[in-house]
């Protein structure tokens, strides 16, 4: 069981993270589930963060890798630990960072799973049909119509608020990762599915309010704590989307989507920049991988359309 003190070296680590550097809500509880872990792993041996040293961090890590645990997991926890025991030295709480020097496993680079555009247009049309009612076929329409145009991440999409969207606008502001936002633009199908959306949102919610039920703030709402449609549960509609559009569900998830959105506008000629703006990446590396992902449709495009490639006259010396 993990002490009172570690409970509270991961309590005030992961109130200074949202503080001092706005870290997003799912980056916190992913440290704090890391963390916890590692402070049940410490407590099995009657150790505890105060008492670890770097051959407790690297016997751990051993273990970790023994539970089957992949590089990308591995290395995540490592890098929690670090930063916990960097924040721990800065108030003093330890003398030493024991997780400093410890060289990562290093998280293998797995390319991005993309989807063709012909399976992205069975998924929009098994959305526009698969529904146990008209006000969730139009609702299901807009979430993979609004998802595919923008590339949004699915925890940007199900809080986006429903003022982003009114007045039918051909950009909306996207609060991401670290409260970052950024400007994306959308498409005349996706304006489109908004609108009818917006109707038949309207509709429900002025029905809700004459039962005495709140308004949502939200543009898609939903049922549970949060008060809009949870991650998990567009989840488990794109895999019944998938399996309506003929598409193999094992492909198909709201990340994805926002993969088939970089991949597609790369391939069609798109700057690599102006897709790092529209997905919201702080390092260009990131978008970089989409340029593996490409098929010779890209290859071609740049030998047809790359001034050095057309130049067949030899140059002079």
Known sequence: MVSATDARWISTFLDAQAAELDAARNTRLAYGRDLKDFADWLAARGLDFATAARETVEDYLVWCDAQGLSKATRARRLSAIRQLYRFAHEEGWCDENPAIRIKGPGATQRLPQSLSEDEVERLLDAARSKGRTPA?????TALMELLYATG?????LVELPVAAVRGDPKMILVRGKGGKERMVPLSTPARMALAAWLVQRDADEAAARKAGR???????????????????????????????GGVDPTK???????HAFATHLLAGGADLR?????LGHADLATTEIY???LDDHLKALVLEHHPLAQNTLPRKG
Do not use: W
Request: aromatic residues 8%; glycine residues 6%; hydrophobic residues 40%.
């Open 291 to 293: 340029t593996h992902v």
């Open 136 to 140: 969730e076929r139009i609702r299901n």
């Open 274 to 278: 102006v897709i790092q703006m529209l």
């Open 214 to 244: 709140p308004a949502s703030k939200f543009l898609f709402p939903g049922t549970g704590a949060d008060g809009h449609l949870t991650r998990q549960h567009f989840y488990l509609m794109t895999k019944d989307f998938a399996v309506q």
């Open 252 to 258: 198909v998830t709201p990340h994805t989507l926002r």
């Open 152 to 156: 949004m991440r699915v925890s940007e």
